[in-house]
């Protein structure tokens, strides 16, 4: 039987290694050691076994952050399944859309979903809590399930929220997974002594490829939060009493935290944590100093995508680092940018990000075309501009859809963004393009108010200062709150629905 190194047999070593070391904590609640979860890893493969899921299968897993979540994923792994998280902030509606699109076999879900206008052969089994689902299997088989699984095939099926379009469903493979996590864990220096701290949902591919995976990996501890708010009050406290040193977050979080009125000795007793990933959107170096200045933490700018995972690191604690920039390359992947001829092009040139690597995805979920179209000479064509400079870092400068042509200028909404965020007043600002009679495009602002006494001509003055007039936007729109996919990337392209409505 052939069976290759994979997060399941990653766990079964570790469980004879590190039998009693905690790999999984709730946050105020009980934890799973490794022989621990390897043994309900192997009662839940039983449990999925009795529901009529075979080898190939498509699982797909629609529940809060808890240990559940932890064994289920794995338990699709160890059985040969497709397993597919989806982000459990998914409308009742928008779960129906998705299973039936993928043609899911089983779900497990906080919502109850009929066989009713469904394939034949679909069922779901309802989550109703973290101690009812673990009871559950409780009393099934500890007896390990030994399937023939291979390098090459889709471990994984990862919902891909769109910024400027429809969403995609990313195939991974067991490879794609492995060379990631091994190549993250090496660059960022995790180790069987990194203590994580998990906030963000397990349906998306965030706290999955910087937390979860790199700690069973690595054979180290994560503390598991429900979400962030059920810890926002408490987490400098969280963060002293378990010595956390890794906490992976998105923008919006990085702004909550600056939004909480924590008393100053919760975070000046911080020792472990030196600095915070913040990725899934891009972030402002104005973001990233405010938070340092307030919390003496610096804050990494990461990014990625879901069909390569995380692709570069801006590591905070090298010497001389400075806000601003995404970084270098992870071992696993090399990066070039290319210009619409796909000519690669010189430091200092911005164009569009290409990745190659084990870590790139292997398809689309019934899309061959858009997978083909996406590569250029191995190179996966993120759709993403950007440049490197002379030191080989690399720099994200905005989506390749959301670029602006303004009288045949080429506008980056980012550097607009980047200046609006320049005032202390601003909680979130993000720029498109709308159809111009004369222009081709003209360039509009949303501005989020981190502060109420904000006012236009604050937002007008500071972009006067920077900007030529070309690059000014003609309009600044107050927004409530900025339209966020489950990711937390602001979706652009309801922006421009709210002006086509109004």
Not at 92 to 104: A, D, F, G, P, V
Not at 199 to 224: C, D, E, K, M, R
Not at 450 to 475: F, G, H, M, Y
Request: charged fraction near 25%; hydrophobic fraction near 35%.
């Amino acid at each position: 039987m052939k069976i290759e190194r994979n997060f399941s047999t990653i766990l079964t070593d570790h469980s004879i290694l590190y039998p009693n070391t905690i790999y999984c904590q709730k946050i105020n609640g009980r934890g799973l050691s490794f022989l621990e979860l390897e043994n309900y890893v192997n009662k839940c493969c039983h449990f999925l076994e009795e529901l009529g899921l075979k080898p190939g299968d498509i699982l797909t897993v629609n529940i809060p952050n808890s240990l559940s979540s932890i064994v289920l994923y794995i338990a699709a792994i160890r059985s040969g399944l497709k397993m597919n998280p989806a982000p459990s902030s998914l409308s009742e509606n928008e779960l129906i859309s998705h299973i039936k699109y993928i043609e899911t076999k089983v779900l497990i879900s906080k919502h109850h979903i009929s066989q009713k206008n469904l394939h034949s052969n679909f069922s779901s089994v309802e989550f109703t809590n973290d101690d009812d689902f673990m009871l559950k299997i409780e009393s099934y088989s500890t007896d390990k399930i030994n399937r023939d699984i291979s390098p090459d095939d889709i471990a994984c099926i990862y919902y891909s929220s769109g910024t400027t379009g429809n969403s995609k469903y990313v195939l991974y493979s067991h490879k794609n997974m492995i060379s990631l996590i091994d190549s993250i864990v090496h660059d960022f220096k995790f180790s069987e002594n990194t203590r994580h701290l998990g906030v963000l949902p397990l349906g998306h591919t965030a706290i999955t490829n910087y937390q979860f995976l790199p700690s069973l990996y690595a054979g180290s501890t994560l503390f598991l939060a429900e979400n962030f708010n059920s810890v926002r009050a408490s987490i400098w406290k969280i963060i002293e009493e378990h010595d956390i040193d890794y906490l992976q977050v998105v923008p919006t979080v990085l702004f909550a935290m600056l939004a909480t009125p924590y008393d100053e000795s919760d975070y000046k007793s911080n020792k472990t944590l030196k600095y915070v990933g913040c990725g899934s959107a891009p972030l402002s170096v104005e973001s990233q100093n405010e938070f340092f200045e307030r919390f003496n933490v610096k804050v990494a700018n990461l990014y990625g995508l879901s069909e390569t995972g995380p692709s570069h690191f801006d590591n905070p604690l090298l010497p001389g680092w400075r806000p601003g920039n995404i970084g270098r390359p992870l071992t696993v992947n090399s990066c070039k940018i290319f210009d619409k001829d796909m000519k690669e092009l010189e430091a200092g040139e911005v164009g569009q990000i290409g990745l190659k690597g084990d870590n790139i995805f292997v398809g689309y979920y019934k899309n061959d075309a858009a997978y083909k179209s996406s590569f250029f000479n191995d190179f996966f064509l993120t759709g993403d501009l950007g440049y490197e400079d002379n030191e080989g870092k690399f720099y994200f400068s905005d989506r390749e859809k959301d670029l602006i042509i303004k009288g045949g200028v080429n506008v980056v909404p980012g550097e607009i963004e980047e200046v609006i965020f320049k005032l202390q007043e601003v909680q979130s600002a993000a720029v498109v393009g709308v159809p111009h009679r004369y222009f081709g495009e003209d360039i509009i602002a949303f501005v989020q108010k981190k502060q109420a006494s904000l006012t236009e001509q604050q937002v007008i003055d500071i972009l006067a200062e920077n900007l030529q007039p070309l690059k000014r936007p003609s309009k600044i729109i107050f927004i409530k709150e900025m339209p966020v996919g489950p990711s937390g990337k602001i979706l652009k392209r309801k922006l421009r629905e709210e002006l086509n409505d109004n």
